[in-house]
C-alpha cells in the first residue's frame, strides 16, 4: 500500500511517504499501550481542554488544512473548508460536554445498597478511516475517545497522508500526548495484526463493504469490540406538495457535493410520476450548470473524483446501466484532460433488474425514479441491502415525518439530507454497518459501563 499525494487535479504524484516497518507497528503498540496508563487518569477536565485546543488550531489553520485535502482528494476549497469547521466542531463539542458524559450515575433498585455506574476507557483502539472525509470521519472517532481516555492508533487513507500527518501534528500540539495517539502508514496485513493483539481492544472503521468484513471478521476472532460505517445508497423521496423546480435543485446539488462521494448522499431520488418530467428536468439543469473545475478556485462547485480509478469506476457503472437498459440524461463520461475528471451524470429508467438498482455509486451520479403511490416509493425505499440514511421532502411536515419513520435506516431527515452535527448520533444498519458515533451514543461505544455496587 503505497502512501501518496497524487493530485487528482492533474495526475501528478507531489509527494511519497515511508511506510512503517513492523517493528514500528510493535513499538507504536507498545507505546499506546504505556501511555494509556498515564492518560485514563489525566483529569477530565484536562483532557477536555486539550480538546478545546484541538478545535482552536483547527480553526486558526482552516485554509492550510482546507487546501491540503483539494490537493489529495479534490474537494473544492469551499466545501473543504466547512469539513474542517465541522472537524472542529466535534473537538469542540466533546470538550463541552465529555465531562457530564462522564458523570458516575447512581442506581435506586429499592435495597440499602449503593449502586453506580461508572464509564471507564477500554484501551487502546484503532482507527481505519477513509479519504472522502479525511478530517471529519476522523475527528468523530478520535474526539470522543480521547475524552473518554481511550489512546488511539490511527491508520488513514494511504491517498491522505499529509492530512494524516497534519492531524498529530495538531493534537500533539494541543496537548495530546504524543504516545496517546499515534499515526500510522501501514499494509492491510499489518492492520490485521494491529487487531489481533491483545493490546489493543477495540477498532473503528469507515470504509468499504469489503474492508469493514475483513475488519469485523478479525475483530470477532479476537474478540474486539468493533464499529463500522460501510457503504450506502440512501433514498430520498419527494412528496407532491412541494415545489419542484426549488426541491429538484436542492436535491440534484446535494447528490453532487463531495462529487457525489459521500456514503450518506441521496443516491436514490423518487419522485411522484406526476411531476417526474418536470423535476427531472430541473435535475438536468442543475447538474448542467455545476462548474467543474480547480479545487482551490473559489468559484468550483466540483472538482475531480479521488482518483482515476474511483472517476473510471463511476463511469463504468454509468455505461453498464444504460447496456441494460437505463436513461443517460446528461454526463458520465470523462473529461478530456489530465486528472480524475468526469463530467456529472442523471440516469433514469433503472430498474430492480439493473446493477444499477443494488449498487451504491460513489461518485457525481444522480438516478431519479418515478413512483405512483407513497407505499410504493417507501417500499422502492426500502429495498436495498443498505441502510444509511434517507429523506422525505413536503410541505406538509407531518406527513413527511411519519413517511420518514417508515424508512429502514439509522438516519432519517425531512427537507434535508446527510445533515450531521456534533450531537446527532451517525450510523447505520444492514450492510452499512453498526454501532453509532458522535453525541452521547458515540462516547459510549468504546466504553466500559461498569456497576460498583457497595453492600451496607
Not at 42 to 63: F, G
Request: glycine share 10%; aromatic share 6%; hydrophobic share 40%.
Amino acid at each position: 500500500m503505497a502512501y501518496r499525494t497524487e493530485n487528482p487535479a492533474t495526475g501528478v504524484v507531489e509527494k511519497e511517504y515511508t511506510s512503517a516497518t513492523d517493528a514500528d507497528v510493535t513499538r507504536a503498540i507498545e507505546r499506546a499501550d504505556a501511555a494509556f496508563g498515564t492518560w485514563r487518569t489525566t483529569d477530565a477536565s484536562e483532557r477536555a481542554a486539550v480538546l478545546t485546543k484541538v478545535a482552536d488550531l483547527y480553526d486558526e489553520r482552516a485554509d492550510e488544512l482546507a487546501r491540503v485535502i483539494g490537493a489529495e482528494m479534490g474537494k473544492p476549497l469551499a466545501q473543504a473548508q466547512g469539513e474542517v469547521a465541522l472537524a472542529s466542531s466535534i473537538f469542540r463539542w466533546y470538550s463541552e460536554h465529555g465531562e457530564e458524559l462522564l458523570v458516575e450515575e447512581q442506581l435506586n433498585i429499592g435495597d440499602d445498597a449503593k449502586s453506580l455506574v461508572v464509564t471507564d476507557p477500554i484501551g487502546v483502539l484503532m482507527g481505519v478511516m477513509p479519504w472522502n472525509f479525511p478530517h471529519y470521519q476522523v475527528a468523530r472517532f478520535v474526539a470522543p475517545n480521547l475524552m473518554l481516555g481511550n489512546t488511539i492508533l490511527l491508520k488513514h487513507a494511504s491517498i491522505c497522508a499529509r492530512t494524516a500527518e497534519l492531524i498529530e501534528e495538531i493534537l500533539h500540539a494541543a496537548g495530546v500526548p504524543q504516545d496517546a495517539y499515534i499515526n500510522l502508514f501501514v499494509s492491510n496485513e499489518q492492520i490485521t495484526s494491529i487487531i489481533e493483539d491483545p493490546r489493543v481492544r477495540g477498532v473503528s472503521l469507515t470504509g468499504s463493504e469489503g474492508a469493514g468484513k475483513a475488519v469485523a471478521e478479525t475483530a470477532s476472532q479476537n474478540l474486539k469490540k468493533s464499529v463500522l460505517e460501510l457503504g450506502g445508497s440512501d433514498a430520498l423521496i419527494v412528496l407532491d406538495d412541494v415545489d419542484v423546480a426549488e426541491t429538484a435543485k436542492a436535491v440534484a446539488t446535494a447528490r453532487m457535493s463531495n462529487a457525489g462521494q459521500a456514503c450518506n448522499s441521496p443516491k436514490r431520488i423518487f419522485v411522484p410520476s406526476t411531476m417526474f418530467d418536470d423535476f427531472v428536468n430541473g435535475v438536468v439543469a442543475t447538474v448542467e450548470g455545476i462548474k467543474v473545475g480547480n479545487p482551490d478556485d473559489e468559484g468550483t462547485d466540483m472538482g475531480p473524483l479521488s482518483s482515476v480509478e474511483a472517476r473510471d469506476d463511476a463511469i463504468a457503472q454509468v455505461e453498464r446501466a444504460v447496456e441494460q437498459g437505463a436513461t443517460l440524461r446528461t454526463g458520465g463520461t470523462a473529461l478530456e484532460q489530465d486528472g480524475a475528471w468526469m463530467a456529472p451524470a442523471v440516469l433514469t429508467g433503472v430498474t430492480r433488474e439493473m446493477d444499477a438498482f443494488k449498487e451504491e455509486i460513489f461518485g457525481p451520479v444522480a438516478v431519479v425514479y418515478s413512483y405512483d403511490s407513497i407505499d410504493e416509493a417507501v417500499e422502492l425505499a426500502n429495498d436495498s441491502s443498505f441502510g444509511l440514511s434517507g429523506s422525505v421532502w413536503g410541505k406538509d411536515t407531518d406527513k413527511a415525518e411519519q413517511i420518514a419513520r417508515r424508512l429502514e435506516v439509522g438516519m432519517t431527515y425531512v427537507n434535508e439530507h446527510g445533515t450531521t452535527k456534533a450531537g446527532l448520533p451517525f450510523g447505520g444498519v444492514r450492510r452499512s454497518g453498526y454501532g453509532r458515533e458522535l453525541g452521547r451514543w458515540g462516547f459510549g461505544e468504546f466504553a466500559n459501563t461498569k456497576l460498583v455496587r457497595v453492600a451496607k
